[in-house]
Antibody
Framework: QVQLLQSGAEVKKPGASVKVSCKAS????????MHWVRQAPGQGLEWMGW????????NYTQKFQGRVSMTSDTPINTAYMELSRLRSDDTAVYYC?????????????WGQGTLVTVSS | DIQMTQSPSSLSASVGDRVTITCRAS??????LNWYQQKPGEAPKLLIY???SLQSGVPSRFSGSGSGTDFTLTISSLQPEDFATYYC??????????FGQGTRLEIK
């Protein structure tokens, strides 16, 4: 079955960078876009962007342009999301989610989430 | 960007109740509308895609309807495990995707 296993919780200082990994199994990794979504404490879901693991093409929402980088390593079926110049309001749980397409795109599988805490 | 507005923001209901949550898009999105359920401490779970298609394994008490700008998620008879937060998501403007702000469903 499809599984997305994310890296563990991180604590970072303001201004630092964080890199979260998402290891996929149970399907052909390169065949599906991978999205990243974050959720601040007590808040809703915020879409950040996606990567096409096959081509390396990315698309980021404007809010994170210049601070986020999404990459993938297809031989090891792993996607990464790196966020730089961290601020306290970047404290959130970060999820990876696989995009599936059945006439319409949707996120059919999600990682368990990675808590990133930004604190001095 | 397409804005998604859910109503109500929170809702109290009892086991066995019929519940409806609405989601309105700021412009027409066809049926590019998905619904997710999220329980505390867990990742979201897909319930409905393409406005009305039930994801495999999701109980049939969940149903979706609508097109264009107005959509609904209906739970026909609430079960204890249904108390959670529900989010709509539009993928019409992909590659730019947006979620509604969520509807918290609580036990009355």
């Amino acid at each position: 079955q499809v599984q997305l296993l994310q890296s563990g919780a991180e604590v970072k200082k303001p201004g630092a960078s964080v890199k979260v990994s998402c290891k996929a199994s149970g399907y052909t990794f390169a065949a599906y876009y991978m999205h990243w979504v974050r959720q601040a404490p007590g808040q809703g879901l915020e879409w950040m962007g996606w990567i096409n693991p096959n081509s390396g093409a990315t698309n980021y929402t404007q809010k994170f342009q210049g601070r986020v980088s999404m990459t993938s390593d297809t031989p090891i079926n792993t996607a990464y999301m790196e966020l730089s110049r961290l601020r306290s309001d970047d404290t959130a749980v970060y999820y990876c989610a696989r995009e599936f397409w059945s006439g319409y795109p949707y996120f059919d599988s999600w990682g368990q989430g990675t808590l990133v805490t930004v604190s001095s | 960007d397409i804005q998604m507005t859910q109503s109500p923001s929170s809702l109290s209901a009892s086991v066995g109740d019929r519940v409806t949550i609405t989601c309105r898009a700021s412009q027409s999105i066809g049926i590019f509308l998905n619904w997710y359920q999220q329980k505390p401490g867990e990742a979201p779970k897909l319930l409905i895609y393409g406005a009305f298609s039930l994801q495999s394994g999701v109980p049939s008490r969940f149903s979706g309807s609508g097109s264009g700008t107005d959509f609904t998620l209906t739970i026909s008879s609430l079960q204890p495990e249904d108390f959670a937060t529900y989010y709509c998501q539009q993928t019409y403007s992909s590659p730019s995707i947006t979620f509604g702000q969520g509807t918290r469903l609580e036990i009355k």
